[in-house]
């Protein structure tokens, strides 16, 4: 039982660094979090369409997870961020 343990805190910190990477992704490409994740969400979408096999639609998959957790934890950052407008800045 350990061993699957191990295995999944292995794959979740790796799925956690995946996420990590598209959201600092995100904020470089965005000014405001509502705007990351609309980034996230149009990459999140490369993985919809035909697929050549099943390794395939499996790995596709799992990035759609990946980027869900992304916008989760961009949501995470958003409740402790002060909204700002792009107009209102300087």
Not at 3 to 18: C, L, M, T, V
Not at 44 to 70: I, N, W, Y
Request: aromatic fraction near 10%; charged fraction near 30%.
């Amino acid at each position: 039982m350990t061993e699957q343990k191990d295995w999944a805190s292995d794959f979740y910190q790796e799925a956690s660094k995946k996420a990590n990477e598209v959201v600092k992704e995100a904020y470089s490409r965005s000014s405001h979090y509502i705007d990351a994740i609309k980034y996230v969400r149009k990459i999140k979408q490369l993985s919809f369409g035909e697929v050549p096999d099943q390794t395939a639609h499996t790995s596709m998959r799992m990035f759609e997870l990946v980027c869900d957790l992304a916008i989760y934890l961009i949501r995470q950052d958003a409740q402790n961020l002060p909204i700002q407008d792009k107009d209102k800045e300087e």
